[in-house]
Each structure stands twice: as C-alpha cells, then as structure tokens.
C-alpha cells in the first residue's frame, strides 16, 4: 500500500506542474514497475503493453467516431443544427440558448466528444447569442453544459473506452445511455427556462421566424437524421458491429460534406489532422494508463483496496456514491478518459463484489459505466477546472471565469438530481436491456 500510494502521489504531483496527463502517469508507473522488479521485466513489459495496446481491433471506433465528429464539424453540420433550432424556438426569451442544448444534443449524436462538441458549438452559437443581446453568464455557461451532452448522448468515446476495459457490450452501452442522455437535455431546458423567467434580463426574444423559413431550416439537417438512423439502426438491427459501424457513419458523414460543399481542401485537411492529433493524444493516455495500472497491480493495491473497502461497515450504495464522489474530485484535475483509464481496472472489481439492487453482473455493470458517464460530466464543469468552461471562456475571453461558473451552478444541480434518479432507481439505465 505504501508503494501503490507513493506511486499514486508521485502522479499527482507531476500533474500539478503541468506535465501532460499520459506522462504523468507513465513516469511514476515505469519508476515504480522497476522499483518493484527490475529493468529487464520494465522493458519487457513496455515493448508487449505497447504491441498489444495498438492492435486492439475494437479500439478502431474510437478514431472512426472522432472522424465522423471532425467531418460533421468541417462539413457545416453544426451550424445547420443551430440555424434549424433558432428557427424554431429563437422567439422564445431564452430561445438561443434552448437552441444551443438542442444543437449540442443533436451534434454528440454524431461527434462522441465533450471538448468537441462544446468548441464546435460555442464557435457557431456564442456570436448569435452575444449579438442577440444575451448576458455572458448565460451564454458561456449554456454552451459549456451543452458540451457534455457530445458524452452523454452516444456514440460517446469515454463510454466506449469502459466498455473495452470492463469487457461489456459496446451497443448495449449506448443503448443504455439514451434516456439519461435526453433526461440531460430536458433538465437543461428546464434550468434556462426557470432562470429566464427569474432573470429575464439576461436573455431577450428573438424575431419570429415564418413556417416556410423553419421547415426550410429543418430541412438542412436531414443528413444528420439519416446518418443517425443509419448508423445506429445498423448496430441495433445487427446488420454491423459498432466499428463497422462508425466507419460507415464516418463515410456518411464525408459524402454529406462533399455534396454540401463545406467540407472541401481546407476543410478536410484540418478534419484529418484533427483526427490524428486526438487520436494520438487519446492512444498516449492509454499507454500511460497501462504502465501506471501494470504498477499498481505488482504493489496489489487494488486487491487490498478492495478488500478495505468491501469490509467497509455501510451499505452498498454508500460506497457507490463515494465511488462517484471521488470521480467529481478527480475531474478537477484530470481530462474524463484519463479518469477511467486509471481508475476503472482498479474500482470496477469491487463495484461488482457489491450486491447492488439485486441486479445481475452485467446490468450492474451497464448501470455504473452509465453512473460513471454522468459524474464524468459533472467533473467538465465543476469547478476550479472544468475542461468545458476554459474551453468556452478561451472563446469568449470577454467574459470573466467566475461568470460562467456562476452561470452553470444550476446547471450542476440538475446534474446532481439526475445522478440521483439514476443511482436509486436502475431501471431507467437498464431498463432497456429487455429489448436487446
């Protein structure tokens, strides 16, 4: 215990001299790896883990799925997203920033990234809202909630990463988080439209647009519909894997940008890069992750770890909300992937030690991955570092940080409510498992 939680430390301190996530998790693992053997087996184990890491065939989706969200946002989706939802809702006080959740909902349905989503959407969205007379606490903090929904509504690349670490069904997954996803997007609406009507001063009505000028705009986002349609259609109706699967959504969504004429030269040069410089940076943390958790398990932390904690004198639950407590702690300080890379081999055994409602070993653990998305999220905004919020504020400079975390502190607490519908009642997570 005492190596695992020098190690442990050793990580932590590196993160807050600002060493990259990937090597402030490999450095104290391969120190710590030939502390606890020698050189000979830290080598060994650097050239396998690094073999064995990048052939993993399931792990294609992950850069198939951020290439599909890099064509989506190259080839003008996003904006035609925005356009058709403030045609639609705009004239409402709030309107805009109702259009911007509902925008940020229907891009994640293609994109799988938080970070992404929250960018692409602030970069169409945040101009409309400033011009339209919109206070900054409102429009920074709605496009930074926003954001999530690119992880909470699938595909989404943190939900697939645990399922390949805990050995679950990816489409299963996904299916999973559909309703919580869209209890999300409801709970956002219902946040702007409670603080609107408190503050109406802090967002104005917009014009009314006319029928033909919505069903137009709305037309402009039927590729979008088809590609969802297609590509998890498909997957559900057992026509392709969820990796053939987003290799067709990412040549749907090519062929949409081409047709459209967004997404030309430039265009898919910054998409393909974008792709790359994610999917290395992604692959990195992987590798990082294996040497610290390689690490961790030669000291047998996890083991006693777990043993502590199924000794614990309280009830399953209690520990399931510490579980997540602890995730909201680490997002302060750690990017979502990296979290579940380090954490999940070492808490998923003893989640499934636990007796949890009574459910079976694999709705309980589609029940947790599903728990663990939602406090993942929470830890995008929360402060003193929620990644979103310095996204949406690196964008909208005029706008002073502790706005917007006032702006999403409502926010939060639907956050918080919704996690709590999910932990004491499972079935709305896997409830749906009936089905597949």
Same mark, same amino acid.
């Given at each position: 215990m005492t190596a695992g939680l020098l190690?442990?430390?050793?990580m932590l301190a590196l993160m807050a001299l600002r060493v990259p996530i990937a090597a402030a998790m490999f450095i104290p693992g391969a120190l710590g790896y030939a502390w606890m053997s020698n050189d000979a087996a830290l080598l060994n184990l650097i050239k396998g883990s690094a073999v064995a890491r990048l052939t993993v065939y399931e792990l294609s989706v992950i850069p198939l799925f951020l290439l599909m969200g890099q064509f989506a946002t190259q080839g003008g989706l996003s904006k035609a997203l925005f356009r058709a939802a403030s045609a639609w809702v705009g004239h409402w006080r709030g309107g805009l920033a109702f259009a911007a959740i509902l925008a940020s909902a229907a891009f994640g349905s293609v994109c799988g990234s938080s970070v992404a989503t929250c960018a692409t959407i602030t970069q169409v969205a945040y101009g409309e809202m400033k011009a339209a007379g919109y206070h900054g606490r409102l429009s920074t903090a709605v496009l930074a909630t926003g954001g999530t929904l690119g992880i909470l509504i699938p595909p989404s690349v943190p939900l697939i990463v645990y399922a390949i670490l805990t050995e679950?069904?990816?489409?299963?997954?996904?299916?999973a988080a559909f309703i919580p996803g869209l209890i999300a997007t409801a709970g956002y609406l219902a946040v702007i439209a409670i603080t609107c009507r408190l503050r109406p001063h802090l967002a104005v009505p917009g014009p009314r647009h006319g029928w033909g000028e919505r069903w137009r705009a709305l037309l402009g986002v039927w590729p979008l519909l088809a590609i969802f349609v297609v590509v998890f259609g498909g997957i559900y109706g057992g026509w392709f894997s969820p990796t053939e699967g987003a290799s067709?959504?990412?040549?749907?969504? &090519?062929?949409s940008g081409l047709l459209s004429g967004e997404l030309?030269?430039?265009? &898919?040069?910054?998409? &393909?890069?974008?792709?790359?410089?994610?999917?290395?940076m992604v692959f990195m943390i992987f590798l990082g992750a294996d040497m610290m958790n390689s690490a961790l398990a030669l000291t047998q932390m996890p083991t006693h770890l777990a043993q502590w904690v199924g000794g614990l004198p309280v009830p399953p639950l209690a520990i399931v909300a510490g579980v997540l407590a602890?995730?909201?702690?680490?997002?302060?300080?750690?990017?979502?992937?990296?979290?579940?890379?380090?954490?999940?081999?070492?808490?998923?055994?003893?989640?499934m030690g636990l007796d949890l409602w009574g459910l079976a070993a694999e709705p309980k653990a589609i029940w947790f991955g599903i728990l663990v998305l939602m406090t993942v999220g929470i830890g995008m905004l929360a402060p003193p570092v929620g990644l979103n919020v310095y996204v949406v504020n690196g964008m909208a400079r005029e706008v002073p940080m502790n706005e917007t975390y006032k702006g999403v502190m409502p926010f939060l607490a639907s956050d918080v409510l919704r996690l709590l519908l999910l932990l004491f009642v499972p079935a709305v997570t896997v409830g749906v498992l009936r089905w597949l």
């Amino acid at each position: 215990m005492t190596a695992g939680l020098l190690i442990f430390g050793l990580m932590l301190a590196l993160m807050a001299l600002r060493v990259p996530i990937a090597a402030a998790m490999f450095i104290p693992g391969a120190l710590g790896y030939a502390w606890m053997s020698n050189d000979a087996a830290l080598l060994n184990l650097i050239k396998g883990s690094a073999v064995a890491r990048l052939t993993v065939y399931e792990l294609s989706v992950i850069p198939l799925f951020l290439l599909m969200g890099q064509f989506a946002t190259q080839g003008g989706l996003s904006k035609a997203l925005f356009r058709a939802a403030s045609a639609w809702v705009g004239h409402w006080r709030g309107g805009l920033a109702f259009a911007a959740i509902l925008a940020s909902a229907a891009f994640g349905s293609v994109c799988g990234s938080s970070v992404a989503t929250c960018a692409t959407i602030t970069q169409v969205a945040y101009g409309e809202m400033k011009a339209a007379g919109y206070h900054g606490r409102l429009s920074t903090a709605v496009l930074a909630t926003g954001g999530t929904l690119g992880i909470l509504i699938p595909p989404s690349v943190p939900l697939i990463v645990y399922a390949i670490l805990t050995e679950q069904n990816i489409a299963k997954l996904f299916a999973a988080a559909f309703i919580p996803g869209l209890i999300a997007t409801a709970g956002y609406l219902a946040v702007i439209a409670i603080t609107c009507r408190l503050r109406p001063h802090l967002a104005v009505p917009g014009p009314r647009h006319g029928w033909g000028e919505r069903w137009r705009a709305l037309l402009g986002v039927w590729p979008l519909l088809a590609i969802f349609v297609v590509v998890f259609g498909g997957i559900y109706g057992g026509w392709f894997s969820p990796t053939e699967g987003a290799s067709v959504g990412a040549l749907a969504t &090519l062929t949409s940008g081409l047709l459209s004429g967004e997404l030309r030269g430039e265009g &898919l040069k910054r998409a &393909l890069l974008g792709t790359a410089e994610t999917t290395a940076m992604v692959f990195m943390i992987f590798l990082g992750a294996d040497m610290m958790n390689s690490a961790l398990a030669l000291t047998q932390m996890p083991t006693h770890l777990a043993q502590w904690v199924g000794g614990l004198p309280v009830p399953p639950l209690a520990i399931v909300a510490g579980v997540l407590a602890f995730y909201v702690i680490l997002g302060c300080v750690m990017d979502e992937l990296s979290m579940l890379l380090l954490t999940i081999p070492v808490i998923f055994p003893t989640i499934m030690g636990l007796d949890l409602w009574g459910l079976a070993a694999e709705p309980k653990a589609i029940w947790f991955g599903i728990l663990v998305l939602m406090t993942v999220g929470i830890g995008m905004l929360a402060p003193p570092v929620g990644l979103n919020v310095y996204v949406v504020n690196g964008m909208a400079r005029e706008v002073p940080m502790n706005e917007t975390y006032k702006g999403v502190m409502p926010f939060l607490a639907s956050d918080v409510l919704r996690l709590l519908l999910l932990l004491f009642v499972p079935a709305v997570t896997v409830g749906v498992l009936r089905w597949l």
